[in-house]
């Protein structure tokens, strides 16, 4: 097993199944309700391995959110990948659809509604600013956007995440209708 062309200890290749874990298990029953024991059952390890990995749950669902927006921004780039060299506005609409290709995988989704709803514990809103950080950053760096068109596109974003939190692009009703008009979500209506 290799990461970033190096091989990986046990350890190490435990770390990333934790964290595989991690986000599975948070995406379900966020940070407050989800026990370590969930999180090594799914690992197939034991919670005491968990803890020697990981000094806590605060640490472990850090890592999981760290690695969620690694995936973000590598679903960004792809996206920017496929614009090639066109004007900002096609490069934010290609990573748009790379991200909404991204959180099909509702765990993605769930465990960044989950981090914001548990950003009271310091440890988790610097991790979900940080997160933020490297996403808008890309995005405006990659993009060559103004400022207020990267706005936008995170913002974009977020509803992104209320329609298919809510699926409200299956739901009747104008204001559903008004919400989710021309929001993308590969493998629904």
Request: charged share 20%.
């Amino acid at each position: 097993m290799t990461k970033r062309g190096a091989t990986l200890s046990t350890s190490d290749a435990r770390r990333d199944a934790v964290v595989d874990a991690a986000i599975a298990e948070f995406a379900r029953g966020g940070y407050h309700s989800t026990p370590i024991s969930a999180v090594a059952a799914r690992a197939d390890i034991s919670p005491a391995y968990v803890f020697k990995l990981f000094p806590g749950k605060v640490s472990l669902f850090v890592a999981a959110l760290d690695r969620c927006y690694e995936l973000v921004v590598h679903a960004l780039s792809n996206g920017a990948a496929r614009a090639g060299d066109a004007g900002p506005g096609k490069i934010l609409h290609e990573m748009g659809g790379a991200y909404a290709e991204l959180i099909a995988d509702r765990n993605l989704l769930m465990l960044q509604v989950h981090a914001q709803s548990a950003a009271d514990t310091p440890e988790i809103a610097d991790a979900v600013r940080r997160g933020l950080a490297k996403v808008t950053e890309f995005a405006r760096s990659r993009s060559g956007a103004p400022d207020d068109e990267v706005q936008r596109f995170i913002a974009y974003g977020q509803l992104c995440h209320l329609v298919a939190t809510l699926d409200l692009d299956e739901h009747a009703g104008a204001w559903a209708a008004v919400l989710s008009a021309g929001i993308r979500h590969p493998g629904r209506g």
